[in-house]
């Protein structure tokens, strides 16, 4: 869906005296993890007229101008009474400024951590603010006697949302969203949004399910009728299904037995954004991650999150040659409970120096820690290669941890039931994908034709392939079968451990096909894919794709098949 359509404002009323402004953004968008789908965004801001006016999540600074054009259209900015912040974020400065500018009349109203934000962000420590911790409401009149419900988790520690009794609406903020920029206001058919919003709470919740259970708990005795979401399509459609999605997604990580304990600060979002895509390779290998974010985290929780963990990361950007207070007390504690067999890692942003990392490293490494990964070092914003590299990472982390579980269970013989699966055979064939900066590939036998017409097939892939995150509805990618004879070559290349990022297809000869995904010169025959959907199956992606072009490049040759003894292996 990505596209060269212009930035706009979309304007719809929703319900009774209340309108939302979508600004939308069509391009690809990807500068944090959870944009990777590549499918734009929408900022969504609401307005609700009462007898007072409030304005609900005004977007950040790149919709400023065409943002207040729009609002002024419609509806008269001096008569604002309220801004609602349902989250306080710094690129929304710009905005806020210029609205004040416009109504110096404004109140702003958001929870207590997002005043302190708020303050730092318009560098006005006297900005009028009402702070909502949950006890107040706020009535503009006409029935929209507004709640307020904190629901803070690690990454946006002042998150609140807000309810309107009177059009039954639940002003969401982070949310329930979604990544995805469309004509469509609301979710109607909403199982075309399921795999979007599936992969939005992946990456912006799963590190806090703990904290998603409690702001669900906290919001389950409200009657709604629409979640009035930040990002994304509103959710009045698929609500009931979203919130048991959002319950049992929760669960799910909340009720693993291995965790990791992510620990990091970071002082201008750096640090955090690495955070994010590292938390997103260790959930997608079936580990849990606890995200602590240690400058609003106790010390006790820090203790117990590393007591209970088998493995712990930690993030520090570096200010001042130094990593930061909080992060050097979380040190401290980590030092003082952790047992040494406990797995570690280190990363960070840093501007020049980076003395952060090394420091933390150094005194994990004195203190005999073991390494999960190498530690990473970002210069300032991290790009597409970087997010990718941090996901590797975690994953390997995760996958560290997870065998040296099994390493302590006994190897169990295939029963007969597995060697019976084990009979069914598919044809050896290596994934190759290339999206802009990002390249990945996987040997994939449990590969099978899945429709004439369209030509269609399915391949299966274990949710902790790095090349998983390339195969999403849309993407595009090659199948090189492989040549019986011919095989076991690119087999034991693309079967050997790579390191996160690593290239590879460096010692590959290899063609770009018109889709820019890798041909291998050597397979049999190659077929170009798009990905059309993905289903949930036990450990592994089912991915349906349709065959946009393909060759037979040895017309003498036979098909590569893999044999089986056990249909637990590959
Ligand atoms: C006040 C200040 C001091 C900084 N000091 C250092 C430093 O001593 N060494 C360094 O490598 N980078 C330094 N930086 C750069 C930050 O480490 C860099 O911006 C990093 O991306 C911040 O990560 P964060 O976004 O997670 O906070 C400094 C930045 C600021 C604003």
Not at 76 to 83: C, P
Not at 302 to 314: L, N, Q, S, T
Not at 413 to 429: D, I, K, N, Y
Request: proline share 5%; with cysteine; aromatic share 8%.
């Amino acid at each position: 869906m990505s596209s060269t359509k212009p930035r706009d404002v979309q304007v719809l009323p929703i319900g009774t005296d209340t309108t939302v402004l979508r600004s939308r953004s069509w391009t690809r968008l990807r500068f944090e993890i959870e944009y990777a789908l590549a499918k734009g965004t929408t900022a969504n801001c609401y307005i609700i007229q009462g007898d007072k006016t409030a304005l609900i999540d005004p977007p950040g600074e790149t919709f400023t101008e065409i943002y207040l054009a729009a609002l002024q259209q419609r509806f008269d900015i001096k008569a604002i009474d309220y801004v609602i912040l349902g989250h306080v974020n710094p690129n929304r400065a710009a905005t806020l400024k210029a609205l004040l500018e416009i109504a110096p009349q404004i109140t702003f109203v958001c929870s207590n951590p997002g005043a302190i934000n708020l303050r730092g962000a318009l560098e006005n420590p006297d900005l009028p603010i009402l702070v909502m911790r949950g006890e107040e409401n706020l009535d503009l009149g006409k029935g929209h006697n507004l709640q307020f419900v904190p629901t803070p988790n690690p990454r946006y520690p002042d998150l609140l949302c807000t309810y309107d009794p009177q059009t039954e609406i639940l002003y969401t903020d982070k949310l329930f969203g979604a990544h995805i920029c469309g004509d469509q206001v609301f979710d109607e058919g909403w199982e075309i949004f399921s795999e979007d919003r599936r992969y939005y709470y992946d990456c912006l919740m799963a590190p806090h399910a703990r904290q998603v259970e409690t702001a669900l708990e906290k919001l389950s005795d409200l009657a709604v009728r629409m979640y009035a979401t930040g990002h994304g399509p509103l959710v009045r459609y698929g609500l009931i299904e979203l919130t048991k999605a959002y319950y049992q997604w929760s669960q799910q990580q909340t009720s693993q037995d291995t965790t990791v304990a992510l620990i990091y600060a970071s002082a201008y979002g750096n640090t955090a954004t690495l955070a994010g895509a590292i938390a997103r390779g260790i959930t997608k290998a079936g580990v849990a991650v606890e995200s602590i974010n240690c400058e609003v985290a106790d010390p006790e929780e820090i203790r117990a999150a590393v007591e209970k963990a088998a493995g712990f990361v930690i993030g520090s950007p570096t200010l001042g040659g130094h990593a930061p207070t909080p992060v050097q007390t979380a040190l401290g504690i980590v030092l003082s409970t952790a047992a040494n067999t406990k797995l570690a890692g280190v990363f960070g942003s840093f501007g020049w120096s980076g003395e952060a990392v090394d420091l933390i490293e150094g005194k994990l490494k004195d203190a005999g820690y073991k390494f999960g990964f190498d530690s990473i070092r970002v210069k300032f914003k991290p790009n597409d290669a970087t997010l990718q590299m941090c996901e590797e990472a975690g994953t390997d982390f995760a996958q560290a941890l997870k065998k040296a579980k099994k390493v302590r269970a006994p190897l169990q013989p295939a029963t007969s039931v597995e060697q019976a699966v084990g009979r069914v055979v598919g044809s050896l064939c290596v994934v190759t994908a290339k999206q802009d900066d990002i390249s990945s590939a996987m040997l994939a036998s449990w590969v099978s034709q899945a429709s004439f017409n369209p030509p269609g097939l399915t391949i299966a892939v274990a949710k902790d392939r790095a090349l998983e995150s390339l195969m999403h509805s849309e993407n595009k990618f090659v199948l090189n079968i492989l040549q019986e004879g011919n095989h076991l070559g690119l087999m034991k290349h693309f079967l050997k451990p790579f390191a996160p990022g690593q290239d590879r297809f460096t010692e590959v000869a290899a063609e770009t096909a018109d889709n820019g995904s890798p041909i291998l010169n050597d397979a049999l025959a190659y077929l170009e894919c798009t990905v059309k959907s993905r289903m949930e199956s036990g450990d592994h992606w089912l991915v349906y794709a349709t065959v946009d072009n393909g060759k037979v490049l040895n017309q003498d040759g036979v098909t590569a098949v893999h044999h089986r003894k056990s249909g637990n292996h590959y």
